[in-house]
């Protein structure tokens, strides 16, 4: 019984909106599933995929919360 999480930020992947929506979601589980199951022949019955949205504040990359290291990051490229 495979457990994938998959976490994502919530800020959408489209202009003006803030979370994932219910058909990226599906193909999320749908792409986890059919890969566990080509790679490790597990079936997709038993197979279980759970998304977390998480707020960007509570992301870090580059020892700096993601909205400061994208800042940072722009600053560089201007």
Do not use: C, H
Not at 38 to 48: G, I, R, S
Not at 55 to 72: F, I, K, L, S
Request: glycine share 8%.
């Amino acid at each position: 019984m495979p457990i994938v999480t998959i976490q994502v930020t919530r800020e959408g992947n489209k202009p003006g909106t803030n979370a994932v929506t219910a058909e990226e979601k599906k193909q999320l589980i749908e792409g986890a599933s059919q890969l566990l199951l080509e790679v490790l022949n597990k079936p997709l019955d038993t197979t279980f995929v759970v998304i977390q949205e998480v707020e960007m504040e509570n992301w870090g990359v580059g020892g700096m919360t993601v909205p400061e290291y994208r800042r940072q990051k722009q600053a560089k490229k201007d």
